[in-house]
């Protein structure tokens, strides 16, 4: 009951302009599209992100590749959790078509020649990374959904803010200015 009282008052405030009425329903319509428009953009983009890593997993088929030199190590991991070796080794394969197939790929860096590795080819026999599993594939989905979400909610946010500080600020600054001139003789005695 209280602020229902408190919300007549302030519809019938003396003091309230229109300007501040012109805030207060933009700040009603950038909550209410927050509302709708980050969820809707948050399940679109983790949807797609999600199925884009299905067709990945889909497209890519693990073959055993054998290494026909030693590995090569490339450099040493300096970030926390980072494998202290990383190296490459060429390797050869038979795709599905009976074709062998070589092709440079990570391996560990002890990894020595005539010894076996997984690889993920695509239907051309192409050499891919290791596609993400499915709890991966909804991870980086949900992840994107959030991201994206935020995003709609920040340039709302922002949006708003700027139709504030240069709409509804210009408005009332020419108001005042309005005011002020009819205003300023009577207190300063100024003949107009």
């Known amino acids: 009951m209280n602020a229902r ?20 329903w933009t700040a009603v319509a950038t909550v209410l599209l927050m509302a709708v428009l980050a969820p809707l953009a948050g399940a679109l983009a983790a949807t797609g992100v999600e199925e884009s890593a299905n067709r990945l997993r889909q497209d890519l088929h ?16 300096t970030a926390p959790g980072e494998p202290t070796e ?9 795709s599905s078509g009976h074709t062998i197939r070589t092709a440079m790929v990570q391996v560990s860096p002890d990894a020595k020649a005539r010894a076996s590795t997984m690889v993920w080819t695509d239907s051309h026999g192409r050499v891919g990374s290791r596609p993400p599993t499915r709890p991966q594939a909804e991870f980086r989905g949900n992840t994107a959904g959030a991201e994206v979400a935020a995003g709609v909610c920040l340039l709302l946010a922002g949006a708003h803010r ?11 600054e020419r108001a005042w200015e309005r005011e002020w001139s009819e205003v300023e003789p009577l207190w300063t005695h100024r003949a107009v």
């Open 86 to 94: 990383r190296a490459r080794a060429p390797v050869r394969w038979q």
């Open 162 to 172: 700027m139709t504030v500080k240069v709409a509804l600020h210009r408005y009332r």
């Open 62 to 77: 693990p073959a055993t590749a054998i290494l026909t030199k030693d590995a090569t190590v490339l450099r040493t991991g």
């Open 5 to 24: 009282v408190r919300a007549w008052k302030w519809r019938h405030n003396p003091l309230l302009r229109r300007s501040d009425i012109a805030e207060w």
